[in-house]
Structure formats: C-alpha cells, structure tokens
C-alpha cells in the first residue's frame, strides 16, 4: 500500500497492534543495481513511518541481498536516530532451527526471525518445528552447541538431521 499508507495506520490511534512491515514487491525497485533505492534506505523509511517490525532480509536465507545488506539494513532500524524509536528487525526466507545461532549472532536478542517452513516443514509436524525452534534459541542462548543440546531434545534433532547447519 506504500508510506504515506503505513504512516497513517502507525499514526492510527485505533490501531493498538504491532505493525508488520513485509517486503512483497520489494524488489520491484531495490534489486536493480541500474535504478531503484537501497534497501538501506526502504528500511529507514519505514522505521520513520512508524513500522513496528520490519523485514531486513535474510540471515542465512534464500532471499536475494548478500549478509552486508542485510546488515545495513538492520543498522538503519536499530541505530540512534533522533527521537525516533527502534524498529524490530525481522528476518526470513529459509529459516530454521539450525539457523538460529548466527541469527542471534547478527541480529542479537532484540529481533523477529520468521520460519514458517522451518516450522511447519518439520518431518514430526508443526508442533515438533515451534519446539525445535525454541529449542535451538534456548540453547543458542545458553551457550551450548546446538548438537550437544539436540541429544536431549527429539524435536531439535530431528531438525538437525532434517535441515542441517550452514
């Protein structure tokens, strides 16, 4: 629906929800290197209309932008800007449990990471793939090797087994 749409609904004060920046389309004019603008500056854009959470690509993902854009695109939502609040960084596109560890390694703890196939794709079900997700977070947040901490958990394991790690 464009800015001047997301700005109204974040200045909505009917509007009492996180509002959720997806990137459909997006490419249609960051992805030339001839035209368009950088998704850099998408990001920024919509951090200043308002934009709860916002997509900043993927880390480790099928999603066209390479690490660094990726990087600077998050940058542009977590920096200090003025009197204008941080935006979520979200990242997705080929997430899954094995992915978390450099996920929180790039993104920190602050950040949104969508696995839709990486949950519902899970060889035991959808359950199975949210509690391996969580799985590798808490491990991934204790310190231990997503490996090590598989030998106790089925769910994760099977993930492992199923997806792998980068």
Request: with cysteine; hydrophobic share 40%; glycine share 12%.
């Amino acid at each position: 629906a464009g800015f001047s749409a997301l700005r109204v609904l974040c200045e909505d004060e009917s509007v009492n929800v996180p509002v959720h920046c997806h990137r459909d389309m997006f490419a249609a004019f960051t992805r030339s290197d001839v035209h368009g603008i950088h998704t850099q500056v998408v990001s920024k854009i919509a951090r200043l209309c308002g934009g709860d959470q916002v997509h900043a690509g993927a880390v480790l993902g099928k999603l066209y932008e390479d690490i660094d854009s990726v990087m600077l695109n998050v940058e542009a939502l977590k920096e200090d800007f003025y009197n204008i609040i941080p935006s979520l960084p979200v990242s997705s596109g080929g997430q899954h449990p094995g992915k978390i560890p450099e996920n929180v390694k790039r993104l920190g703890e602050d950040a949104l990471i969508l696995a839709g196939g990486g949950i519902f794709g899970h060889k035991g079900g959808a359950k199975a793939g949210g509690m391996a997700m969580r799985q590798a977070l808490d491990a991934t947040l204790s310190g231990v090797s997503l490996e090590d901490y598989a030998k106790e958990h089925p769910e994760l394991k099977t993930a492992l087994e199923q997806w792998g790690l980068p």
